[in-house]
């Protein structure tokens, strides 16, 4: 029960802070432009984040509890403030969970105060950079933080890069398929139109997280095998790590289909004026890479608690 709790707070703090940086980036990038920005039109934004903010603190306080427990050797109920000081102040860990809440809590004020003046697109970029902070002290929480010397500061920057790139790209994904799914109850092609030119632009970015995830996993995953290709099919990490890299690919395969296929043939659906299949064939693709992502995000949470050799 312990451990199938620790791998299910693992999952979710993922999730939360890769949410919380990913969409004020991409409402960042979508909001630069009016063709794109009627796209995002109507969406709780802020209130999303502001809640994933207070879960993210929430889930950050409950994981530093367990890993206690788990280091200490006890149970949970006998964790007591001694031991939470010790975990916090002396392990690597726990500096990362105080870093963690602070960055989330300079957020929420971040957030509060736009929201009180009424405006929501100028606190993007600070909310992203303080969402990418908590979101990169995960590194901390599973074997980027292992290493010493050079090695080790290549892996933990590649580990963080990692984090970022995959919390950029799937919230990008979760946000298309909501944005897709709302566009069920909408009428018209306006909102259409934007939302097909926000998919064809934001393909740039999506190439740059891809580039990003591939160069990082590499540079982590090598480094922390020691390069062999063995380990992959002799551990029961390797083969974990085998199988997200199939739900790696599946995602990049229907990236693709979005990008040169999907999306293109909706442009011209949305000229024609019949654009109903065309539609509903992009938003079942979205949905299917959704799946993929949060597949991908339930492996690595379970990835970072295993040995790799």
């Known amino acids: 029960m312990f451990d199938l709790s620790a791998y299910t707070l693992r999952l979710l703090e993922y999730l939360v802070l890769m949410v919380l940086f990913g969409v004020p980036l991409f409402g960042w990038y979508g909001s630069r432009r009016s063709a794109h920005a009627d796209a995002l039109a109507g969406w709780p934004l802020m209130g999303v984040l502001l809640v994933s903010a207070t879960v993210g603190i929430v889930l950050t306080g409950a994981d530093v509890v367990f890993k206690t427990a788990g280091i200490m050797g006890m149970p949970v109920a006998d964790v007591d403030r001694a031991s939470l000081g010790w975990y916090l102040l002396e392990t690597s860990g726990g500096r990362a969970a105080m870093a963690r809440v602070a960055l989330l809590v300079a957020l929420m004020f971040v957030l509060g105060w736009h929201r009180r003046r009424g ?10 950079t ?11 929480n599973g074997h980027a933080a292992a290493g010493e010397g050079l090695s080790g500061a290549i892996r933990l920057a590649a580990g963080v890069v990692h984090l970022l790139a995959a919390g950029g790209w799937i919230a990008a994904v979760l946000m298309f398929l909501a944005i897709l799914l709302r566009g069920k109850k909408t009428s018209g092609n306006g909102r259409l139109r934007s939302t097909h030119d926000l998919l064809h ?3 740039a970015m999506g190439t740059i997280f891809v580039g990003a995830l591939v160069v990082s996993g590499i540079a982590h995953y090598g480094d922390l095998t020691a390069w062999s290709v063995s380990t992959l099919f002799q551990s029961t990490y390797g083969k974990l790590l085998l199988f997200k890299l199939v739900l790696f690919g599946g995602m990049l395969g229907l990236g693709a289909l979005h990008r040169w296929v999907l999306v293109p043939r909706l442009g011209r659906a949305l000229t024609s004026g019949d654009h109903v299949h065309e539609v509903h064939a992009l938003r079942r693709s979205v949905a299917a890479e959704a799946a993929l992502a949060i597949l991908i995000v339930i492996v690595v949470s379970v990835l970072g608690t295993l040995s790799p050799r």
């Open 201 to 203: 632009a934001f393909s």
């Open 119 to 128: 405006k929501v697109e100028p606190a993007f970029p600070l909310a992203a």
């Open 130 to 140: 303080l969402a990418g902070g908590a979101l990169a002290t995960l590194a901390w």
